[in-house]
């Protein structure tokens, strides 16, 4: 049995709100954390931000899903043009910290290993949780990738789930949490200027912090 399950939104390379977010969690052994992707790009330092990562993985159950930027990262190593892609989108910023502009060799295997474990989506009795998108009608493992992990909300925003669960994702930026009811978005924009948010799926209890480290919570 597990304790808490408890959903983070999109990261991107803060490490300061991560750090304070599960200090005022305070994950115990028994408690499942799902992280919504987007660990890396945009903010100041992704190679904190993993670190952090990997560590709590030794904390609690850590179950983190795979974002499109996380994908792009470990797409960059699979030849110029795709490495060329994630610098478009912010990858220059997560090779900064790692003090090496311009090539991923000060990057540890550590790290694209921590990636390459990443899932594509996760559900427990009464929720499922994705990073970007999903389809109404299909069943998680009939999904596509780019649903999955770049569909924008505001291009498309589904309908309940046939399974009746409810939706927890991250992906596209929110002033505040998005609560349609059958659908949760916590992508609280955190690296530009607002929240990292923590929403505990049973009990509703929230957490958000930004990159200063101020926590709010409900
Ligand atoms: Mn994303």
């Not at 390459?116 to 427990?124: A, G, R």
């Not at 009608?137 to 780019?146: N, P, T, V, Y």
């Not at 789930?161 to 409810?166: C, L, M, N, Q």
Request: charged share 20%; glycine share 8%; proline share 4%.
């Amino acid at each position: 049995m597990h304790g808490r399950v408890i959903a983070v939104g999109d990261i991107h390379g803060c490490p300061n709100a991560l750090n304070a977010l599960v200090a005022a969690i305070n994950p115990k052994s028994d408690d499942m954390i799902v992280t919504l992707g987007d660990y890396v790009d945009r903010g100041l330092d992704s190679k904190s931000v993993l670190d952090q990562l990997i560590v709590l993985a030794n904390r609690c159950h850590l179950v983190p899903v795979l974002g499109n930027h996380d994908e792009m990262m470990l797409h960059a190593r699979d030849g110029e043009a795709d490495f060329q892609d994630w610098m478009t989108v912010g990858g220059d910023a997560t090779l900064d910290s790692y003090g090496s502009t311009g090539t991923l060799s000060h990057i540890p295997t550590e790290h694209f290993r921590f990636l390459e474990q990443c899932v594509s989506y996760f559900e427990i009795k009464t929720h499922f949780f994705v990073h970007a998108n999903y389809k109404p009608d299909l069943a998680l493992d009939q999904m596509d990738d780019h649903t999955l992990r770049w569909l924008s909300l505001r291009d498309s925003v589904p309908g309940p789930h046939y399974s009746g669960k409810i939706a927890v994702m991250g992906h596209t930026p929110q002033p505040d949490i998005l609560d349609l009811g059958h659908l949760i978005c916590i992508d609280t924009n955190c690296w530009d200027g607002g929240w990292l948010t923590a929403l505990d799926v049973v009990s509703g209890q929230k957490w958000q912090v930004n990159e200063q480290g101020y926590l709010r919570t409900d």
